[in-house]
């Protein structure tokens, strides 16, 4: 249930951005929880809800308020009540006017309640439980109340029934639709760029993405560079290998960026085998030889996330795709490969037909794999210029590293169209790929701190 979780975060952060307060959210949470427990449980029944300080608690704190006039309700707090977290957890706590306790002490719990109500944590769980969680599930588990988990189940929890939001996050739950707007729900945002891996800060080189570039020749050897260039500032080592360029083209691209490895032939099997994603089309000369490697690289290395761009989706064999590679045709490029017309049903029905990721690129992108597609608004027509396309390409295959696919090539659309707008904000359409790829580091940075 880890990417229901994960659909839960993103929508959360996506419908705040886009003007769907927090507060609403909780409020439709609190209806659809409160109507669930009077459909399952009619009064009078005793019921207690165990609340943390995070917004799970205040799901809690607002679900408790719409019970309070039809069964006896008791809200207990984990932590003193000053150390509720978010504002909407605070406003929820006070407007409760029942019974409530903050800094629960759980020898002092009473035994007596008909229902148990678990708001501890949510999609806030990380790692192990610490005090004072885990004494208050220990005690929660030795009484003989019926006991509901909301959301996300606190570990070691003996939960009777959960009541997830928005996406199920066991395989029986019953599930509250927040009534999030479609024209929200579908849409990426900075959700998708805030819930992707980030260094550990115990982590060494090579832990944090390793990737390959299959690109360039000798007519658009600049295509490699710009790939190179966004990938090496998010992921740890970047390797470099192109059949096409003589020794001189290769000097040259060094004298340009040192943060990649160049391999030759002999090396290409190792790194292959070693590396986390696989990017391969941009600039490359279209050969047999570079025909051969695209499809035999689909062929032999399926576990591995491979993105194919500009003059791969001309060569690779259609039938060898999977669920690892990521796609990023223009209208012409999906025409061309597909014979279907460029749009967002086709788009989703060929994801669905390979099996892979689809990214439509256009004035709004599309990305879709067999379960989903959603569509980025973000990008200007300063961005029609030569090159943003092999940074896009860099930056999908750098995030596929050490992620989802799809997410990651959600992520990266999101993140090279806002870098887009960001810079026409301080110079209009007048930027280049070359601002572009150093406007991304500011631009997720944005995203992670919202």
Request: proline letters at 4%; one cysteine or more.
């Amino acid at each position: 249930m880890k990417d229901s979780v994960k659909k839960s975060k993103i929508l959360d952060i996506n419908a705040a951005y886009y003007g769907y307060p927090m507060e609403k959210l909780m409020e439709q949470a609190a209806k659809g929880i409160a109507e669930i427990i009077e459909k399952k449980f009619k009064p009078p029944k005793k019921i207690a809800f165990f609340c943390g300080p995070g917004n799970n608690g205040g799901d809690g704190f607002a679900a408790a308020r719409y019970l309070d006039k039809k069964y006896s309700i008791k809200v207990y707090l984990t932590h003193p009540k000053q150390k509720i977290k978010t504002q909407e957890a605070k406003i929820n706590y006070k407007k409760f006017q029942g019974f409530k306790q903050d800094n629960v002490d759980p020898k002092n719990i009473p035994a007596d309640f008909d229902i148990i109500v678990e708001c501890l944590l949510g999609t806030g769980i990380k790692g192990k439980l610490k005090s004072p969680y885990s004494e208050i599930i220990k005690k929660l588990n030795q009484l003989k109340a019926k006991k509901i988990s909301i959301d996300v189940p606190a570990p070691g929890f003996n939960w009777d029934l959960n009541i997830s939001l928005m996406t199920a996050k066991t395989p029986d739950s019953l599930v509250v639709d927040l009534k999030i707007p479609p024209k929200i729900k579908n849409k990426i945002g900075p959700g998708e760029v805030k819930t992707l891996t980030k260094p550990e800060k115990k982590s060494h080189k090579g832990q944090n993405g390793e990737i390959l570039v299959i690109a360039g020749g000798e007519k658009y050897h600049g295509a490699a560079l710009l790939c190179l260039k966004t990938a090496s500032k998010i992921a740890d080592l970047v390797y470099f290998y192109s059949n096409s360029f003589s020794k001189e083209l290769l000097n040259k691209v060094k004298t340009k960026l040192f943060e990649f490895i160049a391999i030759q032939n002999k090396e290409l099997d190792k790194t292959l085998n070693r590396v986390d994603s696989i990017l391969i089309g941009p600039g490359l000369d279209r050969t047999k030889e570079n025909k051969l490697l695209i499809n035999k690289t689909l062929e032999n290395y399926k576990s591995k996330k491979i993105i194919l761009d500009a003059e791969a989706l001309k060569m690779l064999s259609k039938k060898k795709l999977h669920k690892n590679c990521v796609l990023t045709p223009h209208a012409k490029e999906f025409e061309n490969l597909f014979s279907q017309k460029a749009n967002k049903n086709n788009c989703f029905k060929m994801a669905k037909k390979f099996d892979c990721v689809i990214i439509l690129k256009g004035k709004i992108d599309y990305v879709a794999n067999k379960k989903n597609i959603k569509e980025n608004h973000k990008g200007n027509a300063g961005m029609t210029k030569g090159g943003t396309g092999d940074v896009l390409a860099g930056l999908i295959a750098a995030f596929c590293s050490g992620n989802d696919p799809f997410y990651a090539a959600c992520a990266a659309v999101f993140v090279n169209g806002l870098a887009g707008d960001r810079l026409k904000e301080k110079v209009s359409y007048y930027y280049n790929a070359s601002d572009l790829i150093q406007e991304i580091p500011k631009t997720i940075k944005y995203c992670k701190n919202l």
